[in-house]
C-alpha cells in the first residue's frame, strides 16, 4: 500500500471512530475505547500529511536535475561585529 493511501486509511478510521463514539448513547467499554483510537488515528493522519510534504521536499531538493544553489558567501572579517568594548560601552 502507497504512502498516500496509508493516510486515507488514517483518517477514515478516525472518522469512523468519532462517529461510532458519538452515536453510541450506552456506556459500554466499545464506547470508552472510540474516541481515544480516533485521536490516535487522527494524530496519525496528522503526522502522514507531514511527512509527505517533508518528503516531497527533500526529493525535490535532491533531484539530479535541479541545480544546486549557490553557497552564501562567506563573512570576512570586517563583516563579523566586533566583541571588543569600546570607549563608548565603558563605565
Request: charged share 15%; aromatic share 12%; no cysteine.
Amino acid at each position: 500500500m502507497s504512502r498516500l493511501r496509508w493516510k486515507y486509511v488514517f483518517l477514515t478510521l478516525s472518522l469512523a471512530a468519532f462517529a461510532a463514539a458519538a452515536l453510541d448513547y450506552q456506556a459500554t467499554i466499545f464506547s470508552y475505547m472510540t474516541m481515544p483510537a480516533g485521536a490516535i488515528f487522527f494524530g496519525l493522519f496528522m503526522i502522514a500529511t507531514v511527512l509527505e510534504k517533508e518528503a516531497a521536499l527533500y526529493d525535490e531538493q535532491m533531484s539530479p536535475n535541479q541545480p544546486q544553489r549557490p553557497h552564501p558567501p562567506a563573512r570576512t572579517a570586517a563583516s563579523r561585529p566586533s566583541s571588543a568594548l569600546t570607549a563608548v560601552h565603558s563605565p
